[in-house]
């Protein structure tokens, strides 16, 4: 079946803008994790969602980053007011069940990368 | 909390010699292990993991890793490196709850 995408696959924008981020797990999976990874670096965790209550957001670096999965499907990352170290991969990944410390793997979309000028 | 440490940023491999890449972690508790694996402009793709089942696991494309509870590593090895295996390695612990966990990678360069 489909995999986890995302889109835009690349977005550029200039400083201060907002932008939004969409992922589109895999269709059942009720676990959805948001990751940054900069340049030359490990994915770092951003946030969690368990169908469409958000479990976790500790990674999120600022307050001008938000994430929203309204249905428990599709989710949304907004960065608002962007800044040039906001550059970086985003990365969305899903998993099938909502078990607390699952053995179920993380299926990885391809990422959008995130520019800002 | 946990942490994850991969040995060399860089690795350069001749075609069909072993490929040996180095994972160490932290962990205050039992911890579940990965491998993926990184194509220019793809996701990760994951190799293999450890769930405190047998602790040599093995995955795809001939790679497998052992689980070594007295050295915290969690190393991957493959025997003979093909050129299709130049590509960027995360290894990844889950400790707590379901997030994971990446060291920074190393890039392997396979050299015909």
């Known amino acids: 079946g489909a995999g986890v995408s995302q889109s835009p696959r690349y977005k550029v924008a200039k400083r201060g803008q907002d932008v939004a981020l969409r992922c589109d797990p895999i269709?059942?999976?009720?676990?959805l994790f948001w990751y940054q990874q900069a340049l030359g670096q490990g994915p770092e965790f951003l946030t969690y969602?368990?169908?469409?209550?958000?479990?976790?957001k500790s990674g999120l670096p600022s307050d001008r980053f938000f994430a929203e999965r309204p249905e428990g499907s599709v989710s949304t990352l907004k960065i608002q007011r962007t800044q040039q170290e906001d550059s970086a991969v985003y990365l969305c990944?899903?998993?099938?069940?909502?078990?607390?410390?699952?053995?179920?793997?993380?299926?990885f979309g391809p990422g959008t990368r995130l520019t800002v000028l | 909390a946990q942490s994850v440490t991969q040995l060399g940023s860089h690795v350069s491999v001749s075609e069909g010699a072993l490929v040996l890449l180095r994972c160490n972690y932290s962990?205050?508790?039992?911890?579940?292990l990965f491998w993926y694996v990184q194509y220019p402009n793809q996701g990760l793709q994951l190799l293999l993991k450890?769930?405190?089942?047998?602790?040599l696991v093995k995955g795809i494309n001939g790679f497998e890793a052992e689980f070594k509870k007295s050295e915290t590593s969690f190393h991957l090895t493959k025997p003979s490196a093909h050129m299709s295996d130049a590509a960027e390695y995360f290894c990844?612990?889950?400790?707590?709850?379901?997030?994971?966990?990446f060291g920074g990678g190393t890039r392997v360069l396979v050299k015909p």
């Open positions: 990944a899903s998993s099938l069940s909502g078990r607390i410390r699952s053995t179920d793997t993380q299926y």
């Open positions: 269709s059942g999976h009720v676990s």
């Open positions: 969602f368990q169908n469409e209550a958000q479990l976790d």
């Open positions: 962990s205050s508790v039992p911890p579940y």
């Open positions: 450890y769930t405190s089942a047998a602790t």
């Open positions: 990844a612990v889950k400790a707590a709850g379901n997030k994971l966990t």
